[in-house]
């Protein structure tokens, strides 16, 4: 190598490690400073706590409700020999899925705010720790929101009622209840995702924005499915194998 580019080599060496400094030093605030972020990280979360609860546990009952009706009717058609029985059956078991899947995988945002709290807590991390662990839990929150209201979760919860619908079909030659089931499922499944709380994503866009060292920085977006209505009080009726379905937020 020759002495030209190993001086040049030196040179760029020195200027990043100055630059690394320089940042190094940014990302270490001040006391006022930490309490303010800390401050608005912990309102952020707050604001977010009841709307992801009333989310999770208002579509947990919708569907678990659904999922009842469609296994009554199952049994129903069942006693009587009815063909429709294998509609109910299949329904029941989309139903309790999607009752599953709001149970078991809850909104981050709904425990966030309890998270947070534990971390300021404890007295074995400093005021700049306590900061940190907040903007990665605040990040987290985002991302889940951000997620939940993306084109991929609008395509999973479409693909899963027209799989059914294939099989209803395909499998037992009821195209009636093929129908309604897709119509259904599609409709219910993106209220589902247009009801999610997004407001934490906005939240920490501000916040990367107002403090450029935040964690992680500003997010990615995931492609947008469908405009998110936001954490709010709704009714949606929808056709179903059973006739009509009724689904709603709380």
């Known amino acids: 190598m020759s002495h030209s580019h190993t001086t040049t080599r030196v040179a760029l060496f020195a200027a990043l490690s100055l630059r690394s400094a320089s940042a190094f030093a940014q990302h270490t605030p001040d006391e006022p400073e930490i309490t303010a972020r800390i401050t608005a990280i912990r309102a952020a979360l707050e ?145 589902t995702i247009r009801t999610t709380p997004t407001a934490a994503i906005d939240a920490w866009q501000r916040y990367a924005q107002r403090w450029p060292d935040a964690t992680g920085g500003p997010l990615s977006r995931w492609p947008s499915g469908i405009p998110p209505l936001g954490a709010v009080h709704t009714l949606a009726i929808a056709p179903s194998p059973s006739g009509i379905t009724v689904a709603g937020t709380f």
């Open 47 to 191: 604001r977010d706590e009841a709307p992801s609860a009333r989310w999770r546990w208002g579509w947990t009952a919708t569907y678990a409700t659904l999922a009842v009706g469609n296994l009554t009717r199952a049994l129903i058609g069942h006693a009587l020999g009815t063909p429709d029985t294998a509609a109910g059956w299949i329904a029941a078991t989309g139903s309790t899925a999607g009752m599953l899947n709001t149970l078991i995988v809850p909104p981050r945002g709904q425990y966030a705010p309890a998270e947070f709290r534990a971390v300021l807590a404890r007295r074995d991390l400093s005021h700049f720790q306590q900061l940190r662990a907040g903007e990665e839990l605040f990040r987290k929150v985002a991302q889940n929101q951000d997620f939940n209201s993306s084109v991929l979760s609008v395509a999973l919860r479409t693909v899963v009622p027209i799989a059914m619908g294939f099989l209803l079909e395909y499998g037992y030659r009821l195209s009636i209840a093929a129908i309604l089931n897709v119509a259904g499922g599609i409709i219910v499944g993106q209220v």
